[in-house]
């Protein structure tokens, strides 16, 4: 049985569903608690399962990483809330020189099912230093996965599926998304890690995207419908592991890729997406594969250049168009 | 030490050669300024020289081979030297044998010419997947122009003629369908349009001379052809003017020339007498003898009239424009000469950049097959060609009376960004009264 509910609801019954279910899954973060979320996500959480395993943390983002780490090393399984992944900057040491690395520094001997999630990417003239899209960033870490859910469907999938998962993921949200709503089937299920999904078939370019994005090239690919130009959308659903099997399938049928990730452009999820492609379609490409980021600046306050920096449909339209030699 | 000779850049726009001929064999003396061989470059056949003494150890380009500027052609032994020094003693090369060979050879030429040629004659600029169903549909890439950036030959273009080609093959032979995609390479022989052989077709007779299909690859002088009448068609706004002149005075004045010449050698031809005219007809319209250099436009001082010449069929066919040089201040007789000369000349051996470098206007006269009307693309730097067709006998109008008369049509095609058509216009009229009043040709 279905129902439509908003994204923040699809990522709470994720957690609650596994709490219910799990007695070692347990939240800690800032204002999880008392306050029901900074953004509500846990709203309600504390009165269902108590103060021991919904925790809320002082504001010291590698103190409570650190205490999460420990505790799935010691076999609970955490789920730690950034308020914002932009400050999980300052736990950097946690999340990717402990988490991810544990089970090979141990010879095998401690997993880490731990979970991160937060809001990822410009919330809205947030300014430069909470707009981060830590993609990219820690993407480059080996031993962690990354899930990035571009609906309530698959914010509820994808994170149950990361809290069942035995190593470290992490689940970038967004805070321009929490209100979205959708169909969200009630009973539990997972979205399995690591499989992209095509959000609209076409026949000229392959739209590769992750996350809020996604959104920008199905509005895009209205567009350039409209001109003729027939786009097939795949929405990766995680970023490591990548499905770059279900992005070759698709490149080899249009002959033509452009990727749109929301940060920067340098080693990044993108360039890796062409990379791979590239590698795989190199004899199917009738181009070079094309990239839609973030522009290479700080992330700006004011609301119109915040938009233009961030991936748009009009830049992702231009870029088809280029790719496609519709320019 | 040994000397190698290396395939000589001969013009500016020269990237490859051919030698034509060997004038040398293995074992030859040779001194500096000897001749040898003949190369073909882009533009002409020109002469090889030596430029030392020796004897010829090897020769390693096979006559009709063309090879990159650079490419060592042949190698020569020093006096005292023996074949058996052409291996060096030892691998580690000298510094003056390091430092040498910078504008030498290209170690590995047969690279150089694994790159196919895009149909304007520069690099093939192809996306992958347009290559690959280029061979899937047996598409010449060469003969395609890109629509992508720099000419790139992407998806559309290779699948619109694959298109052209897939109706003509369904309408000739509908058995005849491209191999489908698949792992094994597609029979590349299969042509645009398919083959019928006779085996095929048991009910058709054979008949002697009947055509067969087959490919041929374009000579030096084909491509060159191919580029700059593709340029000069893209990029010159042409467009034509006609007149028909009544040439009646002309034919007359010829017939008495010549019989005042018979057994001197000398025959003027009517081509000769509308170089000249062409010629001295600039004096008014100096803008028909001019350039278009993009901020400006050149006046040339010298007249020089290319003569376009056609090349037999036995030498691989093209075309040739001669310079007549300053055509406006030779007499008939030289004129006519010289173009006896370098027709000759073109048609047997070829001619030196010298001899076709220069002109500032160009006719292209078909009169000799008998075709009355045509129009010529204009040569580059040129701003004017004229085609001149036969002098034809017909029922004309002279003083408001029937009568037959010789009359002759020439077109001029113009580059609109130098000539207008009031000053095209202009120009007929001159030659108009040139030719109906030929006496003035000769003086």
């Known amino acids: ?327 | 030490m040994t000397i190698e000779i290396t395939m000589p850049r001969l013009s500016d726009t020269m990237e490859k050669g051919t030698i034509i001929k060997w004038h040398i064999a293995e074992g030859d003396e040779v001194s500096a300024g000897d001749v040898l061989a003949d190369v073909e470059t882009d533009k002409a056949t020109m002469e090889m020289q030596s430029f030392d003494d020796g004897t010829v150890n090897s020769l390693a380009v096979g006559e009709g081979q063309a090879v990159d500027v650079g490419t060592v052609v042949a190698v020569l032994l020093e006096e005292d030297e023996s074949a058996d020094d052409v291996m060096p003693a030892s691998p580690s090369p000298s510094p003056s044998q390091v430092a040498e060979p910078a504008e030498a050879t290209p170690s590995e030429p047969v690279v150089a010419d694994r790159q196919p040629k895009a149909a304007g004659g520069g690099p093939l600029r192809i996306s992958p997947v347009a290559r690959r169903l280029a061979e899937d549909h047996g598409v010449e890439v060469s003969t395609l122009v890109g629509s992508g950036p720099s000419g790139r030959i992407v998806k559309r273009d290779v699948l619109a003629a694959a298109g052209a080609g897939e109706e003509t093959r369904s309408a000739v032979a509908p058995a005849a369908k491209p191999a489908q995609r698949s792992m094994t390479p597609p029979p590349t022989a299969v042509a645009a349009t398919p083959v019928t052989t006779p085996e095929q077709s048991p009910d058709l007779i054979a008949i002697p001379g009947a055509l067969q299909s087959h490919r041929e690859p374009v000579t030096t002088m084909r491509q060159t052809i191919a580029q700059r009448l593709v340029d000069s068609k893209q990029t010159i706004p042409h467009y034509q003017v006609s007149m028909t002149f009544n040439v009646d005075p002309l034919m007359a004045l010829r017939s008495s020339l010549n019989t005042q010449l018979a057994g001197t050698g000398s025959k003027i031809s009517v081509n000769d007498l509308l170089v000249r005219a062409c010629a001295l007809a600039m004096y008014e319209n100096p803008l028909m003898n001019a350039s278009w250099a993009d901020d400006s436009i050149v006046y040339h001082g010298d007249v020089n009239i290319g003569v376009a010449i056609a090349l037999p069929q036995e030498r691989g066919g093209g075309l040739v424009v001669a310079t007549i040089r300053n055509a406006d201040r030779k007499s008939i007789r030289v004129i006519s000469a010289e173009t006896k000369a370098l027709s000759e000349k073109a048609r047997t051996r070829g001619l030196t950049v010298e001899e076709m470098s220069d002109s500032t206007f160009t006719i292209s006269n078909l009169g000799m097959f008998g075709v009355d009307d045509f129009t010529a693309i204009i040569n580059p730097p040129n701003s004017a060609i004229l085609a001149a067709g036969a002098a034809i006998q017909k029922p004309v109008v002279r003083d408001g009376e029937l009568a037959v008369g010789y009359e002759m049509n020439a077109t001029l095609s113009n580059d609109h960004r130098v000539v207008d058509g009031a000053t095209a216009a202009q120009y007929l009229v001159s030659l108009r009264e040139f030719i109906e009043n030929p006496a003035q040709i000769l003086v």
């Not at chain 1, 219910?20 to 973060?29: A, E, H, K, N, T």
């Not at chain 1, 736990?91 to 401690?110: F, T, V």
């Not at chain 1, 419908?225 to 279900?246: F, H, N, Q, T, Y």
């Not at chain 1, 992005?247 to 940060?263: A, G, P, Y």
């Open chain 1, 1 to 327: 049985m279905s129902r439509t509910i908003e994204f923040r609801d699809a990522l709470r019954e994720a957690m609650s569903d596994e709490m219910r279910d799990d007695p070692r899954v347990f939240l800690i973060g800032e204002e999880v608690a008392e306050y029901d979320g900074a953004y509500k996500v846990s709203r309600g959480m504390l009165d269902e399962f108590g103060p021991k395993r919904i925790i809320d943390a002082p504001i010291s983002e590698t103190g409570f990483a650190g205490l999460g780490i420990g505790a799935a090393m010691m076999g609970l399984r955490p789920i730690v809330e950034f308020m914002s992944w932009s400050f999980s900057l300052v736990a950097a040491d946690q999340i990717l020189n402990n988490a991810p690395k544990m089970l090979y520094m141990s010879g095998g001997q401690l997993q880490v099912p731990i979970v991160f999630r937060g809001n990822d990417g410009a919330g809205g003239q947030l300014g430069s230093t909470h707009s981060w899209c830590v993609e990219s960033l820690y993407a480059n870490v080996p031993g962690l996965k990354i899930v990035i859910p571009s609906d309530p469907y698959d914010a509820k999938g994808l994170l149950t599926a990361a809290i069942r998962d035995p190593d470290p993921v992490f689940c970038l949200e967004s805070e321009r998304m929490l209100s979205m709503t959708g169909e969200v089937p009630e009973s539990p299920y997972e979205i399995a890690i690591g499989k992209a999904v095509t959000r609209r078939e076409g026949a000229d370019c392959t739209l590769v995207s992750f996350g809020r994005p996604v959104h920008f090239c199905m509005e895009a690919a209205e567009q350039l419908a409209k001109e003729g130009i027939d786009c097939e959308v795949i929405d990766g659903r995680s970023i490591k592991p990548l499905d770059i099997e279900s992005i070759v399938t698709s490149v080899r049928k249009t002959n033509c890729c452009v990727v749109v990730d929301q940060s920067w452009s340098f080693a990044s999820i993108g360039s890796e997406v062409a990379a791979e492609v590239h590698k795989h379609c190199f004899d199917d490409l009738d181009n070079h594969v094309h990239r839609v980021h973030s522009d290479d600046v700080p992330a700006p306050y004011a609301h119109n250049l915040e938009a233009e920096m961030l991936p748009n449909p009009r830049k992702i339209c231009e870029a088809v168009r280029s790719a496609t030699y519709n320019a």
